[in-house]
């Protein structure tokens, strides 16, 4: 399952039925899980555990040294779940000392052509980058996040689970869960209630994540005053409680 031009360090940790494609170079502290699917020209190095049942495309970097002036070789790392695509010519880092020391990106993510994911990022499950999106560093990533094409998130950003990022979007504060933006800088457009619905959500709970946002987004409150009255809403319907927790928390301020 290795071509023969491939280059594999015999220290490389490799798995059961792992395809390694033509000329692609597997580095010395690498553990690939079985099942997974390595293109042609694709360089995995650093310390870098990749999971089962994933396929990476051509030409990808995975576990290069983070684009981070103050990274002095320390052996930070990556980790990178399970059953993720991975298309070509992404690029994803490894940690630094500066964080955790290291890069998570997690299961069943979809992620598309010419991806940035900057060092110390962690990415949850079932995620949709499209083309372009790029992370800057120390970038958290909710569950079931979408990214439309050529999203920026600038460093220390947070985006919340279920959220949805319009084409071209700016992301220069965090995004809370459930919220759809778009533009440069983003702008909020109500809930992903087509998403919400499609992962099984229910009518009432998207009812009360939509009282949540008008709270937050159209009621002419104080960001205090919103905080109190969304915490009522999630009184009654806890399936707002992600999006109270996240504005209750933010550090970089949020999308409004």
């Not at 927790?245 to 409004?256: A, D, T």
Request: charged share 20%; proline share 5%; hydrophobic share 35%.
């Amino acid at each position: 399952m290795i071509h023969p031009t491939a280059i594999v360090h015999p220290g490389a940790r490799i798995g059961a039925n792992v395809s390694v494609g033509p000329y692609s170079i597997i580095g010395e502290h690498v553990e690939i899980g079985d099942g997974t699917k390595i293109g042609p020209h694709v360089v995995v190095e650093g310390h870098t555990r990749i999971g089962r049942d994933n396929e990476i495309f051509q030409f990808c970097s995975i576990g290069a040294k983070p684009q981070d002036k103050k990274y002095d070789g320390e052996p930070t790392r990556l980790e990178i779940g399970d059953r993720n695509t991975i298309r070509e010519y992404c690029s994803f880092n490894v940690g630094t000392s500066q964080d955790a020391g290291v890069t998570r990106v997690g299961s069943d993510n979809w992620i598309m052509a010419s991806v940035h994911v900057a060092h110390d990022c962690q990415v949850g499950d079932h995620t949709i980058f499209a083309n372009n999106a790029t992370l800057a560093g120390h970038v958290h990533v909710g569950d079931w996040a979408i990214l439309g094409g050529f999203t920026g998130v600038h460093q220390f950003g947070r985006v919340g689970a279920h959220s949805f990022c319009g084409v071209g979007t700016v992301l220069l504060q965090d995004l809370p869960p459930f919220v759809t933006v778009s533009g440069n800088p983003a702008r909020p457009h109500g809930i992903n209630s087509e998403g919400l619905k499609r992962r099984g959500f229910s009518a009432e709970a998207i009812a009360a994540i939509k009282r949540a946002y008008r709270a937050l987004y159209r009621s002419g409150l104080t960001l205090d005053e919103a905080r109190e009255q969304v915490r009522g809403i999630v009184a009654e319907h806890p399936e707002a409680g992600p999006f109270a927790e996240f504005i209750s928390i933010s550090g970089r301020g949020i999308v409004r």
